[in-house]
């Protein structure tokens, strides 16, 4: 089921659509030709420890551009988590900084609590003709069917219920040799797979440093990037079944930790990478 926004699943028919549903607000003054403004309300459902989860305000982000006329498919996103969004109303504007005959440019910020909590570019681009291969290779796993499903862990933040996941390699909470990660994820609900919808699986790998070293610590999220490299027909394809989440920090330095992910089809197609930069803080330094 579609809604008119350039394939995006239909508002009310599953929870990330209704935990996103945006309303034009007014122009304010001094508001730029272009620029757009929209209310929305922080939702229970993707709650995290002190703020929503980072991947519910990227799918937020991405569907103001949708619904503010965001032509082509969205090819990179950039978001800045500047400070926490408290729970309540939340106003997100936005500009059109441009648009060529392939291309969109999009900026704008997420204002809450009387101050600007987030900043994000995003960048659609019309689908042309081109090169089409792939270099990396989807590693070999179990099939998700054959995984236990993850029950949840007592007083995990609510946004874990927002998913259906199974871990293959890699166990957040305990020692591990490596921080690499493989885990299927979907939608608890199977919601089909589209942009919003990708921008907010790209940052359900949990942080690297509850794999190694593999205990609890204090972490926020500083900047998320996620580049889709599957067309909307092939996130469609996908629909409501289960994608790999291949994950994997590169150095923990100086208080910070960044992680790369690579998000898989259950038939090896690549459909999304990210980038990741967290500050992170252990419990020896609290």
Do not use: K
């Not at 103001?64 to 990179?76: S, T, Y």
């Not at 204002?111 to 042309?128: L, Y």
């Amino acid at each position: 089921m579609q809604d008119g926004v350039s394939g995006v699943a239909a508002t009310g028919a599953h929870l990330l659509d209704r935990e996103t549903v945006l309303d034009p607000v007014g122009a304010a003054p001094g508001d730029a030709e272009g620029a757009a403004r929209f209310a929305a309300q922080t939702s229970a459902a993707y709650a995290n420890m002190r703020s929503p989860f980072g991947g519910w305000t990227a799918a937020l982000c991405v569907r103001a551009c949708l619904q503010a006329g965001a032509r082509g498919e969205l090819v990179a996103f950039s978001l800045d988590f500047l400070a926490a969004i408290p729970d309540g109303p939340v106003e997100v504007s936005l500009m059109l900084d441009r648009r060529s005959a392939s291309l969109d440019f999009w900026s704008g910020t997420v204002m809450a609590g009387g101050q600007r909590c987030s900043r994000f570019m995003a960048t659609f681009g019309r689908v042309r003709t081109g090169p089409d291969f792939t270099e990396a290779e989807m590693p070999v796993v179990t099939p998700w069917r054959d995984i236990q499903l993850f029950a949840g862990r007592e007083g995990a933040p609510a946004f874990f219920g927002a998913y259906e996941t199974r871990w293959v390699a890699g166990h957040p909470m305990r020692p591990n040799p490596t921080t690499r990660s493989l885990t299927w994820a979907r939608d608890a609900d199977a919601r089909p797979l589209d942009a919003p919808g990708i921008v907010a699986m790209a940052d359900l790998p949990l942080p690297r440093v509850f794999l190694r070293p593999g205990r609890p610590g204090i972490i926020a999220t500083v900047s998320l990037t996620v580049h889709p490299t599957a067309g909307a027909d092939e996130m469609r394809a996908v629909g409501g079944e289960p994608v790999l989440l291949e994950a994997q920090a590169r150095r923990a330095r100086a208080g910070f930790i960044d992680q790369w992910v690579r998000i898989w089809s259950p038939d090896g197609r690549l459909l999304a990478t990210s980038e990741q930069v967290v500050w992170i803080r252990m419990a020896e330094e609290a």
